[in-house]
């Protein structure tokens, strides 16, 4: 080893041109490591494979976007475990509500009511409100029973006419004249005249007269 070597020194063969190129580098490389020294390290890349700088706006927001609808799911699912017999409890309580209105539709259709009017069809409503179609005066006017007006609607697929008014005697009313009391003409009676057979009544009786 020579004296240069031990010394550190080059030998004065290098030229002040040489020397300088060389010092200068050898600042340049000092500089270069210290600044890679205080330089800081670089992000990780994020579960996507790439470095924030590497995402566009529209990946950003749809990255969010995952996010929150993640967290909602938890908060919803926490909320739902820590309320559960709350929610079964109106879950029952609507459904409840909704079959009894359901029950209650069907029960409507199923029996059907309808005012009694006495005009066409035998019966009015159904279910357990059908009942006959027959009016208390109409009743009255046939002089039937119920039963008896509904089978004779069966039978002759009408109403039954009126009944006719009777006399206190049982025979019925004919005229207007009757009804009101008057006197009802019979074949061979007249006013004053004579009774029908009095020609061959005995010498000295008297023909008889109306009064």
Known sequence: MGLFDMFGRKPR????????????????????????AKKP???????????PSMLNPAEVKN??????????????????????????????????ERLKKA???KDAAANKKENVTGKGGRNVGTG????????????????MSLRNYLNFMDKNGKRPPKAKKMMGGG?????KGYSKGGAM???GYKKGG???????????????KMR
């Open 13 to 36: 063969t290098e030229g002040k041109k040489a020397r300088k190129t060389r010092e200068f580098k050898e600042e340049s490389e000092r500089l270069r490591k210290e600044a890679l």
């Open 185 to 187: 003409k019979t074949k």
């Open 63 to 96: 990255r969010n976007t995952a996010r929150f609808q993640a967290k909602s799911e938890a908060l919803r699912k926490d909320a739902l475990k820590k309320g559960a017999p709350e929610i079964k409890k109106a879950k029952f309580l609507a459904e409840s």
């Open 171 to 175: 025979m019925a009313m004919k005229s």
């Open 41 to 51: 390290a670089a992000k990780p890349a994020n579960r996507m494979g790439k470095g």
């Open 194 to 208: 004579k009774v029908r057979g009095a020609g061959i009544a005995r010498k000295g009786v008297r023909p008889a």
């Open 128 to 143: 357990r409100n059908k009942k006959a179609n027959v009016t208390k005066e109409q009743l009255d006017a046939s002089g």
């Open 103 to 105: 029950a209650l539709a």
